[in-house]
C-alpha cells in the first residue's frame, strides 16, 4: 500500500492529552497539554486525569492540525493509544479517536503505548537514527520498566519487568519523600549534577532473571532519610544534593546491571531506550560510556520524544497503516495491554 500522507496520533493514557500529525514519517505537529492538577496531590489522581483530558482534547487535536497546516478532511487515519494506561484516560482518548474516524470516515489504528516509546525511534529526523533489527528495547517510565527483544517492528518479546515499582515511579516516590513536587524525576536529574553519587550507599536488590525490583531500594532510602531526620532535623535539606546523587545512582545501576546481562546473553549490543526516564542525563551519560567501553550501538531519543506524546503514537500509526494493520470501532481499551 502506498505511504500514508497525514496521520493523526492521540495519546491520553496517563495524565498528559498529546495530539500530533505525521506525514511520511516525518512530525509536521506535536502537541500537549500537561495536566499541573496532579502536582498538588504528588502523584496523578486517575478521576481528575479523565476529567482534564475531556477538557483538553478537543483544543490539542485542533492544534495539532492547524501548526500541521492541514484541515481535518486532509487526514488519512487515526492512531490512539489503546493501552496500557489509566482506564478512565484512555477512554477519552479512544471514544474521541474512534468518533472522529467515523466522521472523517478513515481508517482507525490501535497503539501499545510501550511499543510506541520504542518505535518513536523510526520517526525521520535530523537528530534520530532508527535502528535495525533485532535490538534490545529498554521502556523506563512511570508506569513501567521492560527489558524487550525487538526482533520486528511488531514483533516483541517481553524478556524483563519490575516486580514492583517501575523507575520513574521509585524516582518519584523517593523525590516525594525529600520533599520536591511531582514528577520529581526531573528535579532529583538537576540536583544530583552537583551531588557526589557515593556520598551514601543505598542496596542492589538480587533479583533472578531479567527482571528488576524497586520497592526495596525505595523503602531503603525512605528508612534512611527517616533515621538520620531523627537525629538531625535538617538533614534533608543539608544533604538534598548527596542523596539525589547517590540514589539516582543506584536506580541506574539496577537497570545497567540487567541490560548488560541481556546483551551479554543474546550477543545483541544495539541497544534502544524509551520512555519518560530515557530523558535522565545521567542515564543517557552512562549509556554513551558504553558505547566507548563495550562497543554498544547506543540509541537516545530527542527529550520531546522521552516523556509521554503524540508523535510516538503518530509514527505507530504511519508503520501500521503501511501494513496494513487497521483497529476497530469495537476495539476495547486495555489497562494492562500486553505485546
Ligand atoms: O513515559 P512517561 O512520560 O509516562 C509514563 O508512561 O509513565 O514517564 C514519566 C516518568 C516520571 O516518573 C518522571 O519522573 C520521569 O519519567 N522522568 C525522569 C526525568 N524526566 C522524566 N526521571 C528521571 N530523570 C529525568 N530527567
Ligand atoms: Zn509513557
Known amino acids: 500500500m502506498k505511504q500514508p500522507h497525514y496521520i493523526l496520533g492521540i495519546e491520553s493514557s496517563c495524565d498528559d492529552t ?32 479523565s476529567r482534564a483530558h475531556q477538557s483538553n482534547i478537543v483544543p490539542v487535536v485542533d492544534q495539532a492540525i492547524h501548526e500541521a497546516g ?15 494506561g489509566l482506564l478512565g484516560s484512555l477512554l477519552v482518548g479512544s471514544s474521541f479517536a474512534k468518533s472522529m474516524a467515523l466522521a472523517l470516515d478513515i481508517p482507525l489504528i490501535a497503539v501499545n503505548h510501550m511499543q510506541a516509546h520504542l518505535l518513536v525511534h523510526f520517526i525521520e529526523q535530523e537528530d534520530l537514527r532508527a535502528p535495525d533489527f533485532p535490538f534490545i528495547g529498554v521502556t523506563l517510565s512511570g508506569g513501567h520498566t521492560q527489558l524487550v527483544l525487538v526482533k520486528d ?17 521509585a524516582f518519584d516516590k523517593c523525590g516525594k519523600v525529600m520533599g520536591l513536587s511531582y514528577p520529581s524525576g526531573p528535579a532529583i536529574d538537576r540536583l544530583a549534577k552537583e551531588g557526589n553519587p557515593q556520598a551514601f550507599s543505598f542496596p542492589i536488590p538480587n533479583v533472578p532473571h531479567y527482571d528488576v525490583s524497586y520497592s526495596g531500594l525505595k523503602t ?17 535539606t543539608k544533604h538534598q544534593k548527596d ?13 545497567m546491571q540487567k541490560i548488560a546481562q541481556v ?5 545483541i549490543k544495539r541497544v534502544v531506550i524509551g ?24 540509541y537516545i531519543p530527542p527529550f520531546a520524544y522521552t516523556t509521554d ?6 509514527i505507530v500509526g504511519a508503520l501500521k497503516y503501511t501494513q496494513n494493520q487497521f483497529g476497530s470501532l469495537d476495539a476495547v481499551s486495555d489497562p494492562r495491554l500486553k505485546f
Open 309 to 314: 506524546n503524540a508523535a510516538m503514537i503518530g
Open 70 to 84: 492541514i484541515t481535518a478532511d486532509q487526514l488519512t487515519a487515526i492512531a490512539y493509544t489503546q493501552g496500557p
Open 263 to 267: 546483551v551479554a546473553a543474546t550477543q
Open 153 to 169: 517492528y511488531f514483533d516483541m518479546e517481553l524478556l524483563g519487568t519490575t516486580l514492583d515499582d517501575a523507575i520513574g515511579e
Open 243 to 255: 542523596l539525589c546523587a547517590s540514589l539516582q545512582f543506584t536506580l541506574i545501576e539496577v537497570i
Open 18 to 49: 498529546a495530539a500530533a500529525v505525521i506525514a511520511h514519517n516525518k512530525v509536521l505537529s506535536n502537541c500537549i497539554a500537561n495536566q499541573k492538577i496532579h502536582e498538588q496531590y504528588g502523584g496523578v489522581v486517575p478521576e481528575l486525569a
Open 220 to 236: 531503603a532510602f525512605v528508612n534512611f532519610l527517616h533515621k538520620n531526620t531523627q537525629q538531625q532535623a535538617d538533614f534533608v
Open 275 to 298: 520512555g519518560g526516564v530515557s530523558a535522565n542525563s545521567e542515564i543517557r551519560r552512562v549509556l554513551a560510556e558504553k558505547k566507548r567501553t563495550d562497543d554498544w550501538d547506543v
